[in-house]
């Protein structure tokens, strides 16, 4: 069974940087796509940023682009995301997510495209 883990999220002031962790358990990590999405309470879940199995293509949304970096590490099973810039819209839980399948850069950025997720982290902007 695969299982995804998020650390790295707590309360930081607008400006800082913050960099979370998604460590995957399982199966061969590299194999899997990965997303990362944050959803507000009340609000649906959003993409944040996604990076393909091979590495060869990142995606970004708009509001993270030029301040959010993904970024993975298969040697440690390890998904990133380098977050500079944070602002207090930022504030949110963020989830991993992960499948075991290529897809386009579109298909990436879709909640329904994954089948694995995490159980959040926190971030917190504050001002």
């Known amino acids: 069974q695969v299982q995804l883990v998020e650390s790295g999220g707590r309360l930081v002031q607008v400006g800082d940087s913050l960099r979370l962790a998604c460590t995957i358990s399982?199966?061969?990590?590299?194999?899997?796509?990965m997303g990362w999405f944050r959803q507000i309470a009340g609000k649906e879940r959003e993409f944040v940023a996604a990076?393909?199995?091979?590495?060869?293509?990142?995606s970004y949304s708009d509001s993270v682009k030029g301040r959010f970096t993904i970024s993975r590490d298969n040697a440690k099973a390890t998904a990133y995301l380098e977050m500079n810039s944070l602002k207090p819209e930022d504030t949110a839980v963020y989830y991993c997510?992960?499948?075991?399948?290529?897809?386009?850069?579109?298909?990436?950025?879709?909640?329904?495209?994954?089948?694995?997720w995490g159980q959040g982290t926190q971030v917190t902007v504050s001002s």
């Open positions: 997510a992960a499948r075991q399948l290529g897809a386009s850069t579109i298909t990436l950025q879709t909640t329904n495209f994954y089948d694995n």
């Open positions: 399982g199966y061969t990590f590299s194999t899997y796509a």
């Open positions: 990076i393909s199995t091979s590495e060869d293509r990142t």
